[in-house]
């Protein structure tokens, strides 16, 4: 599946308005979008690497606002959400509530509106105002150059970055090539797809391209399908999107106990970010990651900028030298920077 398909499948979620016009956009512009932001009263705005631009109802994109804007409406915005839902609100509650409802395509759409506080969280958000599609790819060389650095791994593997920046598009293709055989011997992989962006299993069957040898446990919180795949599946290896909470970092805790590898990512801008964030110290201690890779970029490009040993950094952060290993790409191998 390339990026233009992926695009037509987004705009299925549109109103005919605006997917007849959007459908319209020269390729080479459509291989550039990663999301799509429907505003109420205001054009729709499309997110590229390089720039925002704005839908002209002539079929053509400005990076500027002239009269011939393609607005949403309000209606418009309710039509998008109802559909996302499948016409049922009440069965995605609890992604809603997180401010975010996950399509059957794997496409993710990010919620704005107004928060219903119930007991001190979110319950629910209404009158919504804004809606941001962003567009899952499936982009089958995006983890090329992960392979060999989690075959060299003796643990797990973290992978960080800022958000869109490509770390569930890597992700889900190092599952695949792991499950292939391509880090040296096809390994059992289990999927914890907790918000069904990785694989977006449907009807019973994978959306993406996972590989031969995997897995998947869909809609459930990560730190039981850890537990779970434990229990049942004798994985290789478990995957998972987007580390944080603390029972997710105790239940990797037993998976390193009973010999299974992790792989999951975490957002964060640079190394010095990500040994900041307050986890961290959690997170090493639990001994479940031995290599953290940092990675930018944004649309079909995805580029690994840092490479490096995560408690050797860790300790190096905190006696002021941070000396540690970086991943030089135009070279295909590792250096010592300090």
């Known amino acids: 599946m ?14 005919q308005r605006q997917k007849n016009v959007l459908s319209r956009l020269p390729s080479n512009i459509i291989s550039q979008i ?10 729709l705005a499309l997110s590229t690497p390089d ?6 109802a002539s079929g053509r994109v400005s990076r500027n606002i002239c009269g011939d804007m393609l607005y949403a409406t309000v209606d418009d915005i309710d039509y998008v959400f109802n559909k996302a839902c499948m016409h049922s609100v009440y069965s995605h509650q609890s992604e809603i ?11 993710r ?27 899952a790819k499936e982009i089958k060389t995006a983890a090329k150059q992960l392979i060999p650095i989690f075959a060299s791994c003796l643990g797990g593997l973290l992978i960080a970055g800022a958000p869109a920046c490509g770390k ?4 889900r293709d190092l599952v695949r090539r792991i499950s292939l055989g391509e880090a040296g011997g096809s390994r059992k992989v289990t ?55 603390a029972e997710e970092i105790s239940a990797l805790r037993q998976s390193l106990n009973a010999g299974v590898r992790a792989i999951t990512t975490i957002h964060s801008g640079s190394i010095q970010q990500l040994l900041m964030r307050p986890q961290m110290q959690q997170i090493i201690e639990s001994g479940a990651f031995s290599k953290a890779v940092q990675l930018s970029g944004r649309g079909e490009t995805v580029h690994i900028e840092e490479v490096y040993d995560l408690e050797e950094a860790y300790a190096k952060a905190y006696r002021s030298s941070c000396n540690y290993i970086v991943y030089d790409g135009s070279r295909g191998n590792v250096c010592q920077r300090a």
């Open 191 to 245: 999927v914890i797809d907790e918000r069904c962006e990785i694989a977006a299993v449907y009807g019973s069957m994978p959306q993406y391209d996972v590989g031969p040898n995997t897995d998947v446990i869909s809609g459930i919180n990560k730190a039981d399908g850890i537990m779970m795949a434990l229990r049942s599946m004798s994985p290789d290896v478990i995957v998972f999107d987007e580390i944080g909470k």
């Open 34 to 43: 990663y999301e799509i932001r429907l505003r109420a009263g205001l054009p």
């Open 168 to 171: 569930t598009t890597a992700l």
């Open 97 to 107: 509530a997180d401010g975010y409802v996950i399509t059957p395509k794997g496409h």
């Open 2 to 15: 390339d990026s233009r398909n992926n695009f037509y499948t987004a705009l299925d979620f549109l109103p």
């Open 51 to 56: 720039d925002t631009i704005f839908a002209c």
């Open 109 to 135: 759409i990010g919620i704005c509106g107004t928060a219903v506080i119930n007991d001190g969280k979110v319950s629910n958000i209404k009158d919504i105002s804004s809606l941001n599609i962003r567009i």
